[in-house]
């Protein structure tokens, strides 16, 4: 159980295209998807918190308006980088809550975005 | 602000040895505290989750240990193999009435055949 899964694994853009990368939980209804960005060799830091139905929460520094966040429905959110450019180049990990309680979080298994 | 260290950054042995990897928080009001795997290029791998009420947890070769009032855990790899390579990363989920993760730094393990 607690299955979570991204698609894609990989993409590759150009500069100034907007890529949207989907998070789903498979087996569980997931009320809380949390979004991560990790640079090469280091550790992953939270960019936002989504809350079916509602707008999502920003950490400080992540713009809102580059980085949009839906999350639809209990199984799927969405992170759309908009106009990326080469510094937007990462690996976005999600994860969800809710099954084991607010303080657990599953996993996906990341997005690694190359913008050239 | 929370902040999660981890010591070594990184860390090199032959194989057999019994490692000790080290986690450190500045805020002791934590919920649980997680231990993840990280293979090059990959997702995460959950290793062990210790509730705040727990002091240890143990998994196969894997034992982590929780110390909230000194801000520490440590998670010890008994035997360590060449699979057992990987970067580890500990998560603290914060309390006040967040469950957001603050992961650490990371510590990059490659044990030598």
Redesign the interface.
């Given at each position: 159980g607690a299955v979570v899964s991204q698609h894609p694994s990989w993409v590759i853009c150009k500069s100034g295209t907007s890529v949207k990368i989907e998070c789903r939980s498979l087996d569980f209804q997931a009320t809380t998807m949390f979004w991560y960005r990790q640079f090469p060799k280091q550790s992953l830091m939270l960019m936002a918190t989504s809350n079916e139905g509602s707008k999502a929460t920003y950490e400080q520094g992540v713009e809102k308006d580059k980085f949009l966040i839906n999350h639809a429905s209990l199984t799927l959110s969405t992170l759309t980088v908009t106009s990326a450019h080469p510094e937007d180049s990462s690996f976005y990990i999600c994860s969800c809550g809710g099954t084991g309680g607010p303080d657990t979080q599953y996993f996906g298994p990341g997005t690694r975005l190359t913008v050239l | 602000k929370q902040e999660v260290t981890q010591i070594p950054a990184a860390l090199s042995v032959p194989e057999g040895e019994n490692l000790v990897l080290n986690c450190s928080f500045t805020d002791s009001a934590i919920?649980?505290l997680q231990w993840?795997r990280q293979d090059p290029?990959?997702?995460?791998t959950?290793l062990l989750?210790i509730q705040s009420s727990q002091r240890e947890q143990t998994s196969g070769r894997l034992n982590a240990s929780l110390d909230k009032s000194s801000g520490r855990s440590t998670l010890y790899i008994a035997a360590s193999q060449p699979g057992d390579s990987a970067t580890y990363?500990c998560?603290v989920?914060g309390g006040s009435g967040t469950?957001?993760?603050?992961?650490?730094?990371?510590t990059?393990l490659k044990v030598l055949a």
């Open positions: - | 919920y649980n993840f290029g990959k997702g995460l959950s989750l990363l998560a989920i469950y957001k993760y603050i992961f650490g730094t990371g990059r």
